[in-house]
């Protein structure tokens, strides 16, 4: 049973910095991507980050610059530290994994981020 457990979040003011992070059940490396995604009220949830078995990162264009997401393998854990947050970065972020052999999307419940002063 592969459960992913995000944890981090919290209200935070403008310009300030949360690092959410995923601690998966299972070995990290079973998974060809791993990614953070977000939805915020009345809009459709969307990728935020990524990073693949090998380390390649994606970022939308929104939060580049500002987000950074990395992977620690021993502790099977993957992190969003995010910097210069935004009103406009609050949303329920949510951690996937995407395991390419049986082409399956796992998913956390998701954690609160909210930005306001």
């Known amino acids: 049973q592969v459960q992913l457990v995000e944890s981090g979040g919290g209200l935070v003011q403008p310009g300030g910095s949360l690092r959410l992070a995923c601690v998966v059940s299972?070995?990290?490396?079973?998974?060809?991507?791993m990614g953070w995604y977000r939805q915020a009220p009345g809009k459709e949830r969307e990728l935020v980050a990524s990073?693949?078995?090998?380390?390649?990162?994606n970022y939308v264009d929104s939060v580049k610059g500002r987000f950074t997401i990395s992977s620690d393998n021993a502790k099977r854990t993957v992190y969003l530290q995010m910097n210069s947050l935004k009103p406009e970065d609050t949303a329920v972020y949510y951690c996937?994994?995407?395991?390419?052999?049986?082409?399956?999307?796992?998913w956390g419940q998701g954690t609160q981020v909210t930005v306001s002063s």
């Open positions: 299972v070995s990290i490396l079973n998974f060809s991507d």
């Open positions: 990073i693949t078995s090998v380390y390649t990162t």
């Open positions: 996937n994994a995407y395991q390419k052999s049986i082409r399956r999307n796992y």
